[in-house]
């Protein structure tokens, strides 16, 4: 009788924690990084702790731990005893299209992409997310560019999240709804519609808008979840839970690997 007293109160509190977190379904976020203090022992403990499914994203392209498909082998190999995890490829730059073989992504699985970095209209290498390595000569003819960049990442790229969504540069971010006006995020969400590409809810940027979310779930397009932490000080995913809310995103608007493509 005491036995089954204590499995009653202990499935009561098991019910009663997870019962606090209320989500709308289960989440799932596919933008972590194993860097910092983050350790797959503590990447264990957290998505257990938060109740957050994640997916561990390689970091692949010149001048990343990955540079060569050999060396993809390694991280795969690595992940093997973790089954709980997705695996991801975050593709970095714009020429690892050219470094990465189609056997290789198939490794994966999901690839994913931003525009952060790209080479300007005067061959310029701009990484946005440093400002000394951010060119801007003019602020409409860089976010046009922008945007152009993004469309042919969409359009030309094979990949199938497109995360860190209408980030912009430490000089123009506080001017967000002016720059991201709505030719330039209907472009945008043209673009990952017709190559059925998804698209991140980012809780780190806390991006993309609510008005861009409602503009692309009208279209029709799907959505992840994603992080991208520097280390292990990262919370669940409040923003994009938010987001869920406030646009009434349900399970079948996010992208699942392995089931949706």
Known sequence: ????????????????????????????????????????????????????????????????????????????????????????????????????????????????????????AKGRRNRIWLKEETWIDDEEQFMDYYVDVIVTILDSEPIDIYVNPTYLPEQMADRYSYFWTKERMDRVIDAALRNNVAIEINNRFKIPSVEFVLKAKKAGVKFTIGTNNIDKNFSRPEYAIGIISECNLTEQDFFIPGKDK
Request: glycine share 6%; net charge negative; hydrophobic share 40%.
């Open 1 to 120: 009788m005491k036995n089954q007293l204590l499995i009653t109160f202990c499935i009561l509190i098991a019910t009663a924690v997870k019962g606090q977190n209320d989500d709308p379904f289960p989440l799932i976020d596919l933008h972590v990084h194993l860097k910092g203090d983050l350790t797959i022992e503590e990447a264990i403990r957290k998505s257990e702790k938060d109740d957050v499914q994640y997916g561990i994203a390689a970091n692949c392209g010149i001048g990343f731990p990955i540079q060569h498909d050999y060396q993809i082998d390694s991280f795969v190999n690595a992940m093997k005893p973790y089954p709980q995890f997705y695996l991801g490829m975050q593709a970095e730059g714009r020429e690892w299209v050219d470094i990465f073989s189609e056997e290789s992504l198939k490794k994966f699985d999901y690839v994913f992409t931003d525009a952060l970095t790209f080479i300007d």
